[in-house]
T-cell receptor, first 113, second 115 residues
């Protein structure tokens, strides 16, 4: 089955700096890659996603890049703010949809004011 | 309001005492799933259901049962809970493949402690 690895497990940045979280996946058939943000005590919520026919997608301060050849994808957050502090999860699916997801282990991002 | 609900939100029980965590969604989603979240292990899928009366094992199904008798409900059953099932549980739902918003919506979570 699919295996998704996520790095780093913790990341600390200064407010205003950029943060990058990387994930690798094992199944070359995977074609949908969402990112979820989980604030303390809350449920995971989708922040951005990308499909395998696209190399990059951007939404304001967040962007995701996908390298199908290398089987890795990354989340980029620019101009980080304290409210970006949370746990971020990447996931992969072979179903080109939001179901059948395999999640990475999560990255705890801390943005220091 | 579109939502996924879970009950109870918090539960303390003892080893061997059967329990059920309910999950309900009002979005007419075909797909529903249960995950457990443990520190350092991320979200691991327990069971999922592609539609009514269709369920399948995820990555960590041992010790759990599910049923999907109605489209909106997907209860998680622990027949004989053990301490290693102490965890944070999330139910999630998503529409079928090919629909416009193919994303997974999570419930608020159920924190379970098995003594």
């Amino acid at each position: 089955g699919e295996n998704v690895e996520q790095h780093p497990s913790t990341l600390s940045v200064q407010e205003g700096d950029s943060a990058v979280i990387k994930c690798t996946y094992s199944d070359s058939a995977s074609n949908y890659f969402p990112w979820y943000k989980q604030e303390l005590g809350k449920r995971p919520q989708l922040i951005i996603d990308i499909r395998s026919n696209v190399g990059e997608k951007k939404d304001q301060r967040i962007a995701v890049t996908l390298n199908k050849t290398a089987k890795h994808f990354s989340l980029h957050i620019t101009e980080t703010q304290p409210e970006d502090s949370a746990v971020y999860f990447c996931a992969a699916s072979i179903n080109n949809a939001g179901n059948m997801l395999t999640f990475g282990g999560g990255t705890r991002l801390m943005v220091k004011p | 309001e579109a939502q996924v609900t879970q009950n109870p939100r918090y539960l303390i029980t003892v080893t061997g005492k059967k329990l059920t965590v309910t999950c309900s969604q009002n979005m007419n989603h075909e797909y529903m799933s249960w995950y457990r979240q443990d520190p350092g292990l991320g979200l691991r899928q327990i069971y999922y259901s592609m539609n009514v009366e269709v369920t399948d094992k995820g990555d960590v199904p041992e010790g759990y049962k599910v049923s999907r008798k109605e489209k909106r409900n997907f209860p998680l059953i622990l027949e004989s809970p053990s301490p290693n099932q102490t965890s944070l549980y999330f139910c999630a739902s998503s529409p079928a493949k090919g629909t416009k918003e193919e994303t997974q919506y999570f419930g608020p979570g159920t924190r379970l402690l098995v003594l």
